[in-house]
């Protein structure tokens, strides 16, 4: 039979911590909308050249990457800031400067987990 597990480092949310948690989210996107920032996002997946070009070391060994079904080396975004200045470099004849946005979202790392984090 398979154990109902969750991958080391990942957990589940149950209601009675997911409401207070979206309800926190909800107030900080109001906070940031009421300052006039916008919300954006970007994929969870990028090529693994763009978020690991200037990381290596410590940062190539956290990230988890594989080749999707058309043999691409991508990875999961490790943090926010890499794939805002993918977003801005792809867009910027789009966007009027200055930018002023915010981005709440997952992100992922091979790491051990620590408290707080």
């Known amino acids: 039979m398979i154990q109902p597990k969750v991958l080391k480092g990942f957990r589940d949310f ?3 911590m997911e409401i207070p948690r979206r309800k926190l989210i909800r107030a900080l996107e109001d906070h940031f909308t009421s ?3 916008v919300p954006i996002d970007t994929p969870v997946l990028e090529y693994a050249e763009v978020l690991l070009s200037k990381g290596g070391g410590e940062t190539d060994k956290q990230t ?5 079904h058309g ?6 975004r490790f943090d926010l800031t890499v794939p ?3 977003y801005v ?3 910027r004849n789009e966007l009027s400067m200055p ?3 915010y981005h709440i979202g997952k992100v992922w790392r091979g790491e051990n987990t620590q408290r707080g984090r």
């Open 35 to 37: 300052y006039g920032y």
């Open 84 to 86: 805002f200045a993918r």
């Open 99 to 101: 930018f002023k946005r």
């Open 89 to 91: 470099a792809a867009h």
């Open 14 to 16: 149950l209601p009675q």
């Open 64 to 68: 988890y990457r594989f080749n999707d």
């Open 71 to 76: 043999g691409g080396d991508v990875a999961l």
